[in-house]
């Protein structure tokens, strides 16, 4: 009779921790699949490497990449590491067109949209050309970079906009932390062909 109920208690136990593990497993996996964005975004010389000579192909390929990524992309939600009550959701705008991409990034607190941002951006119009903007999340600081430019057509030197780094904080709110670069001029071309989300 004690063998049964040793049995039974330690059946039990398996199958609890089993579930346990198969719930951690599926949540770091659901973590692992979601493109965040390219971590060299964070790097401290990132700047000084896409502005030096061989930027543009840095850019380039950096785009495809993000392309490919994004090109066949669905809703997607993330649970943050360390700040209650926030739910990250990367969403892609719906267009026919696979060349044209635009991605989002929102927070929510609570259940309430709390704030949002332009993740990814792979768009031509008239006047601009091509605008791109990339992002990396970095989930386990809450923290958030981003390029902007117009791509140069002869593989010169792109036109950077911006390239900016921010925190999200406990209340949901995106705070810009630097500015490390920006030029008035193109940043002035972004509100005349209404770029700005």
Known sequence: MKS?????????????FSGFCCKQNKTNIQSKDIFLGDSMLSNNIYFKTITAEKGFSILEKQNKKYLNEFSYFNKNDIEPT??????????????????????????YRNGKKTDS???????????????ICMSYF???????WQIKYFPS???????????SE????????????????IDESLDVEM???NLYY
Not at 117 to 131: K, Q
Not at 153 to 163: H, L, T, V
Request: aromatic share 18%; glycine share 4%; net charge positive.
């Open 4 to 16: 049964n109920k040793f049995y039974y208690f330690f059946a039990t136990f398996i199958i609890i």
């Open 82 to 107: 360390n700040l209650n009550n926030i739910l990250f959701k990367i969403i892609k705008e719906k267009s026919s067109n696979t060349k044209q991409v635009k991605v989002n990034f929102f927070i």
């Open 117 to 131: 941002l332009d993740f990814y951006r792979n768009i031509s119009g008239d006047g601009f050309g091509r605008y």
């Open 138 to 144: 970095d989930q386990k600081h809450h923290k958030i």
């Open 153 to 163: 057509i002869d593989k010169e030197p792109s036109n950077i906009i911006s390239y």
């Open 166 to 181: 921010s925190t999200i904080n406990s209340n949901g709110k995106i705070k810009l932390d630097s500015l490390h670069y």
């Open 191 to 193: 509100e005349k062909y």
